[in-house]
């Protein structure tokens, strides 16, 4: 029997598409894995090189952008109010990495607007806490029992002498302000602090410190009283009068004040939600003018080197360190006409900025040694080994200054490494020799599989074409032999009758065989399923088919118990009892003993036949459910069969969920027993 073409299109198309690639990569795949060290090496050459340089592109492009996010603060700043009065509405855009931004225009710096020249080179935030520390100190004097009585006396002295004296009778309104406020005269100590505060001359005898505790105590005074709106306007007068001060040396203690002044005004309830803003505003804009003024004081001679040393026009970029900081430095071409940026950078978050796109490089390019260093020489990623020299070291950002170094790997690691690899991708071609091994056993196993399925078709088709020709002929014959009267007598007629009875009924049977096949490819849904009484069903099947068993010798035994209930289908499961009575009467000679047996055992329901008959062999056993399969040549010719009633048998206990087992010996019998789930 020849395959068909389409398994040979098949087979053909499975030796081309996968066999023959397979044998050509496998050949390939041995040359290069004999390779894999010298490979190896030239590959982690490429990498090395290729790491590099996405290493050097990515701190080119972080940097690139740090200078375009600070070109945009800038520009945005540049469009906002300078003046520190009218920071009220002003907005800020801060940069990771940038810890102040200054902004030059036309050689004046209008951004911040507390400039440089408002305080000398002493000034700095060293002593934050003298103010707080004053005001305690001119509180304290507050309680001194000696003094108040002093005070007193001075009060009888005229107004206009006492302001024409020295610095001593300053120190006494000091006093006089003091005691009123201990008595809670707070009309009257305003009206000093007033008188104080108007004449500049006077107030020049006051130490800056003391100066801002009399500001407190005017403002605190005001919220005592509850004059929270004449409160507010005293604060921002004192903030004018401090941003436009040509020299201011009470950063500290001007910091307390306005810091306490602009916290008790946000904590009135009575203030409204635009001056709230307002004043949130202000205190965000002149605490961060503040914290540039220290910058600018604590590195005053590299901002005056970096604000006066010239740029090339080409780049527009001047960066300018020492130990302690470091600036940039932006303008044309970069910024327009006469603008300048000077900025500070927060080297550790500059740095931190940096490092995070660098892990985000190597974490695809592992293996490769390297290591990234500071000018101190500490390693910030990467490793230095051990055993191997550096092959290249290169600098990589301009304002903080990383070294760079790509080290040799050691050979034995690499050959390691190779050795690894290489057993993986033996592993691999392995796998993938023997997968195309199985594949094309699998192959060959299908394809002689459906040869004989095909050659079993062939068998059927010519078993069936004789079981059907022959009660046709028998039927043909018998009838055209009674048509013609060649038939007289009565008992003869009788007898050709029962014959063609018999004929059609075996020609019956045998078209029922073929109908169930067929329906059996549908699968449940040809079937009608409905709870139904096996027993009655198995009892049926056996009056039909006793005349038969009887008539050639053999004895049938019934064990039949009633109520045994399935859910089925009846024609079915009546088929199935039929094909294996009727498969046990066939291989069963005389005399010989068939049993049909239907009883409840636990859950199950069971149905078997066990028959004396011939048996079946070992080898034939696995067979005997499959599509038009017959046992034996011998068997086959003088038995009458088509080869689907076991097929039909095992294919409606499937879609019952029944199972279905055999027990059989050669020359002594065989038992079928199919297990249904029971149903009450």
Not at 136 to 155: G, I, L, P, S, V
Not at 208 to 216: E, G, H, M, P, Y
Not at 424 to 447: A, C, D, K, P, Q
Request: hydrophobic share 40%.
């Amino acid at each position: 029997m020849r395959v068909s073409r389409n398994n040979m299109l098949l087979f053909a198309l499975f030796a081309g598409g996968i066999v023959l690639p397979t044998a050509i990569l496998s050949f390939l795949s041995f040359r290069n894995i004999q390779n894999e060290t010298f490979l190896a090496q030239k590959t982690l050459d490429e990498n090395r090189y290729s790491f590099q340089t996405e290493v050097e592109e990515t701190i080119t492009k972080e940097e690139a952008r740090i200078l375009d996010e600070t070109k945009s603060a800038s520009m945005f700043l540049y469009e906002q109010p300078q003046s520190l009065l009218d920071s009220e509405n002003t907005f800020f855009k801060t940069v990771e990495g940038i810890d102040a931004i200054f902004l030059f225009n036309k050689g004046q710096l209008i951004y911040p607007d507390i400039s440089s020249r408002h305080f000398s080179a002493s000034a700095g935030f060293s002593n934050a806490t003298a103010s707080h520390v004053e005001k305690q100190n001119f509180q304290q004097e507050f309680t001194d029992d000696k003094m108040a009585y002093q005070m007193r006396a001075f009060r009888q002295t005229p107004l206009q002498a006492f302001f024409e004296t020295r610095e001593e009778n300053v120190q006494n309104l000091l006093g006089l302000i003091r005691l009123s406020y201990k008595e809670k005269n707070y009309n009257e100590a305003l009206r000093l602090l007033k008188i104080l505060e108007s004449r500049p001359h006077l107030a020049g005898y006051l130490h800056a410190d003391l100066t801002r505790a009399i500001n407190l105590l005017h403002f605190d005074i005001l919220v005592s009283q509850k004059k929270h709106k004449e409160a507010e306007e005293y604060c921002k007068l004192i903030l004018s009068q401090f941003s436009h001060s040509e020299s201011i040396e009470d950063i500290p203690s001007a910091k307390f004040f306005f810091e306490s002044a602009f916290t008790r005004i946000l904590s009135f309830e009575d203030l409204s939600q635009k001056d709230r803003e307002t004043f949130w505003n202000l205190r965000e804009n002149f605490n961060r003018q503040l914290g540039y003024m220290d910058i600018l004081s604590q590195h005053r001679d590299l901002f005056n080197e970096i604000l006066y040393d010239d740029i090339s026009t080409k780049e527009g970029i001047l960066y300018k360190s020492n130990d302690d900081a470091t600036f940039l430095k932006m303008s044309y071409p970069l910024l327009s006409g006469d603008q300048i940026l000077i900025a500070k950078i927060n080297r550790d978050a500059y740095l931190a900025r940096l490092l995070s796109k660098i892990k985000i490089v190597t974490q695809s390019w592992k293996g490769i040694p390297y290591s990234i260093t500071n000018k101190n020489n500490h390693v910030l990623l990467g490793h230095i080994p051990d055993s191997t020299s550096a092959l290249s070291q290169n600098i990589l950002g301009e304002a903080i200054q990383l070294e760079f170094t790509l080290y040799e790997k050691d050979l034995r690691e690499i050959r390691k490494e190779s050795r690894r690899r290489m057993l993986l991708m033996y592993g691999l071609l392995s796998f993938s020799l023997i997968t195309v091994l199985l594949g094309s056993f699998f192959m060959f196993r299908f394809l002689n599989q459906e040869r004989k399925l095909l050659s079993m078709k062939a068998n059927f088709l010519s078993s069936v074409s004789h079981e059907l020709k022959t009660p046709l002929t028998s039927i043909k014959m018998f009838a055209e032999m009674m048509a013609r009267g060649r038939v007289v007598k009565a008992e003869k007629i009788q007898e050709y009758s029962n014959l063609i009875g018999k004929e059609a009924t075996r020609l019956e049977n045998l078209i029922g065989a073929i109908l169930n096949y067929t329906r059996m490819e549908h699968g449940k849904s040809a079937f009608h399923w409905e709870r139904l009484d096996f027993s009655i069903c198995a009892k049926k099947v056996y009056d039909a088919v006793e005349d038969i068993a009887v008539e050639k010798g053999l004895t049938l035994h019934a064990k039949i118990d009633p109520n045994v209930f399935v859910i089925g289908d009846y024609t079915a499961l009546y088929g199935l009892a039929q094909n294996l009575i009727e498969n046990a009467i066939k291989y069963t000679n005389a005399p010989g003993d068939i049993t049909v047996s239907v009883y409840n055992e636990d859950n199950r329901a069971v149905f078997s036949v066990a028959d004396t008959g011939i048996g079946i062999a070992p080898s034939e056993q696995k067979n005997i459910f499959n599509d038009f399969y017959r046992v034996g040549d011998e068997m086959t010719r003088s038995t009458k069969g088509s080869g689907l009633g076991l097929a039909i048998v095992k294919r409606v206990a499937e879609t019952h969920r029944a199972t279905i087992s055999l027990s059989s010996k050669l020359g002594k019998g065989s038992t079928f027993t199919i297990k249904f789930k029971k149903v009450d």
